[in-house]
């Protein structure tokens, strides 16, 4: 009998929320999928554990100090193992990956990016942060390009389940057609809150999430509905869709992952019980579908999804939302102001050294301080980078 060929792929943040999913859909399809490389940032003896598992012929950890590291004779067995931020886009370059899962979080996710694109690899993107930073960059618009979206041509395969589910409905479609995204969110763990109660809640209070379990970062941006402004950014510009054509719309059981408008009236969404497996393993096995995961939830019940509600958010309260918008709108470096100020904030708030409503004025502080300027380079967009960090940390020292 003829062996199938299994598909190449590196799994980048496979210790994360992500990454850890990515890995259980890759145990459910051992004959389709090959693991090439694994990355995480610090998280030493569960990488090691998953390089031993998979397994993989190698892994790079990007912040984990030398002395915290076995020695090579201690690794397991036929593992390569390197340090820094340097050796992941290295090791990209180097693995063969048809494909790249890029479950980084944060603006350290673009280099990954881009050197999946450099490599030639389709890239699976979960690092929604490295294309609203980066979208402009010629690098990923090219990448973007080719058209119908979806088709065989596709060099970025969302992960976001939004994005996911937009990519879905428009499978077929001529890019001509989309009229309108209806991004849906859950509305977080605050949704109804006045701005008196969001000013005492705390980080423990934002970590609880009504429908998703993520890593602290996303589950914090959902809190602030950072998330669904910085996911608007992400949709303009995998669909080339301008920002006046883009409603989020609360929809607080998470069924429908979004839904698009067609220049004939008729509206597609698609539905699912929420399980972020099912939008890793569709970038994984495109353009076939595979049987779910073990363990995943039971196929939608449509009897049971009979409540389903939709909401405007309130962007008073939610002042994230609108400012996001404002920074896609404005485009070139501005994104980039808001991503920063935000990633710091969030920590920040994380760590207990800010309110929550100190997140939005924070970022709204470095948008004002910042002017929106052309995108030049992947190096001056890392240099604005590190100067709003600089700048929110100086606020928050205060
Ligand atoms: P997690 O925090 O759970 O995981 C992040 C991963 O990236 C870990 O492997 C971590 O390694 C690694 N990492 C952290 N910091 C760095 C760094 N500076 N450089 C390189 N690697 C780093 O995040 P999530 O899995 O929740 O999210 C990952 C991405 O996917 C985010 O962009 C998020 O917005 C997006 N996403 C997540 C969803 C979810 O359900 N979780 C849903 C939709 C999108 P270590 O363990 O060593 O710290
Ligand atoms: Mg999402």
Known sequence: MSQRVRKKIAILGSTGSIGRQALEVVGAHRDRLEVVLLSAHSSVELLLQQAAATPA??????????????????????LRLYLGAEALTEAIAA???????????????????????????????????????????????????????????????????EHSAIFQCLLGEDDAALKRIWLTASGGPFFGCSRDELARKTAADALRHPTWTMGPKITIDSATLMNKGLEIIEAHHLFACPYDAITPVIHRQSII???????????????????????????????????????????????????????????????????????????????VVLNAANEVANEAFCAGRCGFLDIEALVRDALDCYPADPLESVDSLEEIDASVRRHVGLKLAR
């Open 257 to 335: 992952h979004s839904a698009v408008a067609l220049a004939d009236g008729a509206v597609k969404a698609q539905l699912g019980t929420p399980d972020m497996r099912v939008p890793i393993q569709l970038a994984f096995s495109l353009p076939e579908r595979w049987r779910p995961a073990p363990q995943s939830p039971a196929d939608l019940d449509l009897f049971a999804a009979a409540d389903l509600s939709f909401a405007a958010p309130d962007f008073e309260a939610f002042g994230c939302l609108a400012l996001a918008q404002e920074a896609g709108r404005a485009g070139g470096s501005a994104p």
């Open 95 to 161: 693995s063969g990956a048809d494909l790249v899962l890029n479950a980084l979080v944060g603006a350290a996710g673009l280099r990954a990016t881009l050197a999946t694109l450099a490599a030639g690899a389709t890239l699976a993107l979960a690092n929604k942060e490295s294309l609203v930073i980066g979208g402009e960059l010629p690098q990923i618009a090219e990448a973007l390009a080719p058209r119908p979206f979806g088709g065989p041509d596709a060099r970025i395969i969302p992960v976001d389940s």
């Open 57 to 78: 012929p190698v892994a790079v950890l990007t912040g984990a100090e030398p002395a915290a590291v076995p020695a090579p004779a201690d690794l397991p067995r036929g």
